[in-house]
């Protein structure tokens, strides 16, 4: 039982390059996120879904796009990389409604220059 | 505005000595409540949690945690610190319990002297 695991665990990008951040989880959980957090800031959610085919923007989400084909993966898309978009990546995953415990995976810190 | 409050962004303790770090929340309603950890390039790790009943948690680690209504606040505490408590420490409330959207306070880097 891995939890929830991303890729890769670091990356540079130039200004316009474009990348997918990996996230998978194997304990069958309905809920997925997706968290920046800045140096010296808490987590900001930018997109989570509560099922596969369902998706919904969180509080930052200009700039990335998602997807959920499967219960397993929930991908973010960086379309046209910005400085602005520097930070470590965090998703996370939680059971059923009503189980409120969510799990993190170990993040994904990304440097655009 | 809506928010998380974490008053203090770093404390340094001895070893052994109480810890206590302050976590505030403006909304109408009561959220539900959470302490996570983060150890230096680790993801977070989740500590304790309040939803409802005891306003006193307990947690992992020996951390516990008190709801206080009428001051809006759900503040950490632990009797005695080790070296290995050294970490960022993040309190979080979920407005929605239906989809888990959590909102994060800023944070507190906890050092922990010798």
């Known amino acids: 039982n891995a939890g929830v695991t991303q890729t890769p665990k670091f990356r540079i990008l130039k200004i316009g390059q474009s990348m997918t951040l990996q996230c998978a989880q194997d304990?069958?959980?309905?809920?997925m996120y997706w968290y920046r957090q800045d140096p010296g800031m808490g987590l900001k959610l930018i997109y989570y879904?509560?099922?596969?085919?369902?998706?919904d923007k969180g509080e930052v989400p200009n700039g990335y796009n998602v997807s959920r084909s499967t219960t397993e993966d929930f991908p973010l898309r960086l379309e046209l990389a910005a400085p602005s978009q520097t930070s470590v990546y965090f998703c996370?995953?939680?059971?059923?409604?009503?189980?409120?415990?969510?799990?993190f995976g170990p993040g994904t810190r990304l440097l655009v220059l | 505005a809506q928010s998380v409050t974490q008053p203090d962004i770093h404390i340094t303790v001895s070893e052994g000595a109480s810890l206590e770090l302050r976590c505030n929340y403006s909304?109408?309603?009561?959220?539900?409540l959470f302490w996570y950890v983060q150890s230096p390039g680790q993801g977070l790790q989740l500590l304790l949690k309040?939803?409802?009943?005891?306003?006193l948690v307990q947690g992992i680690k020996g951390f516990e945690a008190e709801f206080k209504r009428s001051q809006s606040s759900f503040n950490l505490r632990k009797p005695s610190v080790h070296w290995s408590d050294a970490a960022e420490y993040f309190c979080?409330?979920?407005?929605?319990?239906?989809?888990?959207?959590?909102?994060f306070g800023q944070g507190t880097t906890l050092q922990v002297k010798p």
């Open positions: 309040y939803f409802s009943g005891d306003t």
């Open positions: 996370a995953s939680k059971g059923r409604q009503g189980s409120e415990t969510q799990y």
């Open positions: 909304y109408g309603a009561t959220p539900y």
């Open positions: 304990m069958n959980h309905n809920y």
């Open positions: 879904s509560v099922g596969a085919g369902i998706t």
């Open positions: 979080a409330v979920d407005l929605t319990s239906n989809t888990g959207k959590l909102i």
